[in-house]
């Protein structure tokens, strides 16, 4: 049986970790590789780098950082923004990339879906879907969730598929940073598609998670939630391995101590890392995605 999946989403602009409001609201909180590292002494099955204003700003800056992380860090890692070319893919990968997720390169020319897909495998593109209700549906956006599309997110989220693309990382804009709980109806309906399907955004509790896996999500992408309490991905487990929900929790890893995840990850590196753990110990319910 396939294991839902715990994913740590880095959202990073200027090499900053930052916190989103509804795609937005930057505000830098800390180093992303040292979050990063953390996340995945704690327990993450993945991490998601997603570089926000990579697409308005034409570059992709990622894959140094994505080489230093994959030195120490030995679980899937996929990126996002900025991706346009055979090229950026394939530098991605050589920096340890597992994955890329491909949005405004997409939408602006859905045929690099199909070459990306036959020149690296569909388990390698997955397309990032940001979408925002609209009209009784979902639009999709891009450039960084800020541009409208005009076209219907589930509908575009099809034909992705159907191009080649081997899996949706979606983010519902309505619930981004607000811990409002996972958009289920937006998951439903992207989760009759034929590929596995990462939901994002409103994330507040453990049981959101088992909500996200009943609703047909094949693994969440958590970010601010994590950004203050890292520690809190061994509860999450544990609460979805009671639930039932197949996860990779084995008896003593769920067992590991806040303190040496947090330790392992985050001991001797900056100040701004000397102040994720300070607030991680101080602000246990801290803001949410």
Same mark, same amino acid.
């Given at each position: ?5 715990i994913?740590?989403?880095?959202d990073?602009?200027?090499d ?5 409001v509804?795609?937005e609201?930057?505000?830098?909180? =800390? %180093?992303p590789?040292? *979050?990063?590292? $953390? /996340? $995945? ?8 780098? +997603? ?9 992709? =800056?990622?894959?140094?950082? !994505? ?6 860090v ?15 893919? &394939?530098?991605?990968? +050589? ?13 602006e020319?859905?045929? !690099?879906? %199909? ?16 979408a925002?209700? &609209? +009209? ?33 990382v ?13 958009d289920?109806?937006l998951?439903? $309906?992207?989760?009759?598609l034929?590929?596995p !399907? ?8 453990? %049981? %959101?998670a088992? *909500?996200?896996y *009943?609703? =047909?999500a094949?693994?969440i992408?958590l970010?601010?939630?994590?950004? *203050? ?15 039932g !929900?197949?996860v990779? /929790?084995?008896?003593?890893? /769920? ?14 590196k ?8 300070s ?10 995605t």
């Open positions: 049986m396939l294991k839902f999946r994913i740590a989403r880095c990073i602009r200027n900053r970790l930052i916190r989103r509804r795609c609201g930057v505000r830098p909180v =800390g %180093d590789q040292t *979050h990063a590292t $953390a /996340c $995945a002494d704690a327990g993450a099955d993945e991490l998601l780098f +997603n570089d926000c204003v990579a697409s308005l700003y034409g570059r992709n =800056g990622l894959s140094d950082m !994505v080489d230093r992380v994959t030195t120490d030995f679980i899937p890692v996929t990126v996002a923004g900025g991706i346009r070319t055979e090229d950026d893919v &394939r530098m991605m990968l +050589n920096s340890g990339a597992d994955k890329i997720a491909i949005n405004t390169a997409a939408i020319n859905p045929s !690099v879906i %199909d070459r990306l897909a036959t020149k690296f495998g569909s388990s390698t593109i997955s397309l990032q879907l940001d925002k209700r &609209r +009209n009784g549906g979902w639009e999709a956006f891009c450039g960084g969730a800020r541009t409208e599309t005009g076209r219907c997110a589930v509908e575009w989220a099809r034909e992705a598929v159907a191009r080649g693309a081997g899996e949706i979606a983010t519902s804009i309505d619930h981004d940073g607000r811990a409002v709980g996972v289920v109806p998951l439903r $309906a992207l989760a009759t034929p590929v !399907v990462v939901i994002s955004g409103g994330f507040r509790a453990a %049981d %959101d088992a *909500h996200a *009943h609703a =047909g094949s693994g992408a970010s601010s939630a994590l950004h *203050h309490n890292v520690s809190q991905l061994i509860s999450i487990k544990q609460h979805l391995a009671a639930s !929900v197949p990779r /929790c084995e008896s003593s890893f /769920c067992a590991y101590s806040a303190t040496s995840a947090l330790s392992r990850g985050l001991a001797g900056s100040a701004d890392s000397e102040t994720l753990i607030s991680s110990r101080e602000s246990p319910t801290a803001p949410a």
